[in-house]
């Protein structure tokens, strides 16, 4: 296959990213243009800094007074989960902006690469959701290294019409369930992979489990893994393969779930008895951007995190979103959307109802252990 030929299949769907990069990499490929699902991510000028966020983060909606007042985005670069973003800063890739979630703050602040973030040049700081501005680890006395702009929940995901017997009596146990075998998925990450497992076996605290606990942890997931279709790293590869039936039931994030609903599935995405993890991602300034770029970063930051930008994440992908007036204009415009995706318009109501993400104990070792459970050992 040509390489245009593998990049037209992308962009209409045809194939996902897990195959993109392997043709690729069969045909020797680099690409200047990277293509993100139907959009392309296209380097600006020099003058522009440099993002580093999440795939779907990167669309012109979520920045659009930005691009209104500088003609186009910034440049961007795509991370497929906060490990994978760490590693590359550390080996030299420089980047001005990285978007990662709470958990891993303290982690990249320890490591100096951050920079305390100057509220007084964010015109939007009075709007964000006073509870986001003092997480624990984001906060060190009156040095800010974290701007809060995305929040939601990680949670099951399943086919209602496929499943019934799990409506009413939602449950991470599903992803456990040999009925259903081959037609289930997790995250192929620590945090959405084997937090959820530890939640699911009843830690007292996922975040900083016992020895015993962790034993059980890798029990559950052994047990788990024969159960799998294949642990995803792309929500577009869960989304298909429940709109198709391949799968039953997956962990997800809020989007796959407006994505799917917007389909006209028979969705559910609702807090399992065990509990659903809330998350919360946002800007981290990093200590080696270009102090030339520095008006473009903060008028960036301002754009993401203004009240357009706001409805967009709410109403497009499903997620919460920093600016708390951006949750009254969606009550406004379409009223009742917001409880449909699962969202009070007491936000905090939302935010404190599920297992709220912090950074993890003796991570290296529980990644070597989900490593080594992937590998069947």
């Known amino acids: ?26 045909l020797g490929a680099t690409m200047a243009i990277v293509p993100m699902g139907s959009r392309q991510v296209f380097a600006a000028s020099g003058d522009h800094p440099t993002v580093f966020t999440w795939e779907g983060w ?20 795509i991370f497929g989960d906060e490990e994978e973003a760490f590693a590359k800063m550390r080996a030299g890739f420089k980047v ?27 015109s939007t700081w009075g709007d964000i959701i006073p509870s986001l501005k003092t997480i624990p680890g984001t906060v060190e006395g009156d040095k800010q290294y974290f701007f809060p702009t995305d929040w939601g929940l990680t949670s099951v995901l399943y086919r209602a019409d496929l499943a019934p017997e799990y409506v009413g009596n939602e449950t991470w146990g599903i992803l456990w369930d040999p009925k ?32 015993a606990e962790v034993e059980k942890t890798r029990a559950s997931l052994k047990e788990q893994l024969p159960l799998m ?40 995405y609702t807090s399992p ?15 080696d951007h270009d102090p030339a770029k520095l008006d473009k970063i903060y008028d960036y930051l301002d754009a993401y995190a203004s009240v357009e930008s706001g409805v967009y994440a709410l109403t497009e992908y499903g997620y919460g979103h920093g600016n708390v007036k951006a949750f009254a204009q969606v009550e406004k415009d379409q009223p009742g959307l917001l409880n ?29 252990m989900f490593e080594e459970v992937k590998a069947g050992l």
């Open 229 to 268: 279709r294949y642990y995803w790293t792309s929500p577009a590869d869960i989304e298909q393969a429940l709109a198709s039936g391949e799968l039953v039931a997956a962990s997800a994030w809020n989007s796959s779930y407006a994505a799917l609903k917007k389909e006209g599935l028979d969705v559910r």
């Open 58 to 77: 990167e669309v012109p909606e979520l920045h659009q007074p930005y691009i209104a007042k500088h003609g186009e985005s910034p440049n961007f670069a």
């Open 340 to 368: 449909e995706l699962g969202y009070s318009v007491n936000v905090d109501e939302t935010l404190n109802a599920g297992i709220f993400q912090a950074p993890m104990g003796n991570e290296p070792a529980l990644q070597a």
């Open 1 to 26: 296959m040509k390489k245009e030929d593998v990049v037209e299949q992308l962009a209409t769907g045809k194939m996902n990213r897990r195959q993109f990069n392997q043709h690729l990499m069969a």
């Open 273 to 287: 008895k065990e509990g659903a993890m809330t998350w919360v991602c946002g800007f981290c300034l990093m200590s």
């Open 180 to 211: 259903y075998k081959g037609r289930l998925s997790m995250a192929d990450s620590l945090i959405d992979g084997v937090m959820v497992a530890a939640i699911y076996i009843g830690a007292k605290d996922p975040f900083n489990m016992t020895d």
């Open 96 to 122: 001005d902006l990285t978007q990662p979630c709470t958990y891993k703050v303290p982690i990249w602040r320890d490591a100096g690469i951050l920079q305390p973030i100057d509220i007084s040049r964010l």
